[in-house]
């Protein structure tokens, strides 16, 4: 689960991270009560949607020249002007995907005087199974890129989880981003905020780009030389958030695949993909190798579905109405191998959904395991355009097939 910039601060000033001042706004006049709650003399609006590379953003609706999605005013007027131009309209970025998304809601925050803009993030290694630092003195670019170029730039410090972030951990990342005075000893205390926020919320990635430290000459004197939280984006653990009634708060649905949300209402693990072949399997291996065969063949998946290992006949019906609810859908392959799920059990489940739904594309199911025989006989004899594999290659040779002829 993903949250906003702006509820991702809330949550780490709490773990006493170095967080400006701001104030979420969702409307033009709470644009501006937010920004004359903030003293000046340099104001940002950001734009709060769940996609990075906001600042260099295109807005749909306005002319090339207009500026991105993170602008910075240098009046309450100014704010106001940008709040009008970017609420209600679409903000297109290099993670959006060419539709975009629309700004419902903004953040007004305190600008900084920025003498250097660092990168910084916390994920969990796999191959070490532990949380690690990654680093980077490149910080505001995209990292995908420095890793490409300069991979020499990126630097990644594991934590051990008996200490915690070491004073040694702390130093090692403040000379890989070549901190001094003021700005290293800070780092030992964001190390050990951000270290502690990560793992008291079972955060899967917690990104902060940039991280900066501030101007020698910033009008705001306390500030000087010291570190500040820029940018946040953090994501959450899906299978920790029931012990967590706080971050499950903040999601925000309008954020999210409208058939995500109704596979999630149903407990099935939905991914909406670009592709147009719909697939329902069970187990999450059987779903990556029957997206992977589909490719084999020529053809492109339109979701990964996963209705798990004892799915009732409900929801199997609820699995195959959120795929033909997919207007991209052109053909649906149903592959079910009945370890503790029996056949018959689906092959009952797909009937009653298509009877209730029912069926504009090819449909090809491909049963294999306990009651299988009965499966069958429940497809044969519904009387439905069902036709049905023997095997995986079959099952995907048949649906690349049919779709390609649709
Ligand atoms: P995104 O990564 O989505 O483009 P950021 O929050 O990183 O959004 O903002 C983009 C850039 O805007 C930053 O790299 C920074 O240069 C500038 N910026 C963002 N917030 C502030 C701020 N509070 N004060 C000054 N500049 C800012
Ligand atoms: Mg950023």
Redesign the pocket.
């Known amino acids: 689960m993903n949250i906003h910039?702006y509820q991702a601060k809330q949550l780490l000033v709490r773990f006493g991270a170095p967080v400006?001042q701001?104030h979420p706004a969702t409307s033009v006049e709470e644009a501006r009560k937010a920004a004359e709650a903030l003293p000046g003399p340099?104001w940002?609006v950001?734009s709060q949607i769940h996609?990075?590379?906001?600042?260099?953003?295109r807005f749909k609706e306005l002319p090339e020249t207009a500026k991105?999605?993170?602008r910075?005013a240098r009046s309450v007027d100014e704010v106001v002007r940008h709040a009008q131009e970017m609420l209600g309209n679409t903000l297109v970025?290099a993670q959006t995907g060419p539709e975009g998304k629309q700004v419902n809601r903004l953040y007004i925050?305190?600008?900084?005087d920025?003498a250097r803009?660092l990168y910084l993030s916390l994920l969990v290694n796999r191959e070490t199974g532990r949380v690690a630092f990654v680093v980077s003195t490149e910080?505001?670019m995209d990292i995908e890129q420095v890793a490409e170029e300069t991979p020499e730039a990126i630097h990644q410090f594991d934590i051990d989880p008996l200490t915690g972030v070491t004073d040694e951990d702390a130093n090692a990342i403040a000379d890989a981003l070549q901190l001094n005075e003021q700005a290293r000893v800070d780092m030992i205390q964001l190390a050990r905020s951000l270290y502690e926020a990560f793992t008291a919320k079972d955060m899967s990635m917690l990104e902060i780009?940039?991280l900066?430290v501030m101007d020698d000459d910033s009008t705001q004197v306390m500030n000087r030389g010291r570190l500040r939280v820029?940018?946040a984006k953090v994501s959450f653990d899906g299978n920790a958030l029931f012990r967590h009634p706080d971050i499950r708060e903040m999601r925000d649905l309008t954020e999210e695949d409208e058939k995500e949300i109704e596979a999630s209402k149903h407990d099935l693990a939905y991914i909406a993909l670009d592709g147009n072949i719909g697939c329902m399997v069970n187990g999450a291996g059987l779903a990556m190798a029957t997206m992977d065969i589909i490719k084999l063949y020529g053809g492109e998946p339109a979701n990964f579905l996963d209705v798990g290992g004892g799915a009732s006949r409900e929801k199997v019906t609820a699995a195959f109405k959120i795929i033909t609810a997919d207007p991209n859908v052109k053909g649906i392959l149903v592959n079910i191998f009945g370890g503790i799920m029996r056949c018959d059990v689906i092959a009952e489940g797909v009937v009653a959904a298509v009877r209730d739904v029912g069926l504009k594309v090819p449909l090809v199911v491909r049963l294999e395991g306990t009651n299988v025989e009965k499966g069958k006989k429940i497809l044969d004899e519904s009387g439905l355009d069902i036709t049905s594999a023997d095997d995986l290659d079959d099952a995907a040779k048949k649906i690349t097939d049919a779709v390609k002829k649709g």
């Open positions: 910039e400006a701001g340099l940002v950001k996609a990075g590379g906001r600042g260099k953003g991105g999605g993170v910075l970025t925050e305190d600008g900084a920025i803009e910080g505001g780009n940039p900066i820029l940018d």
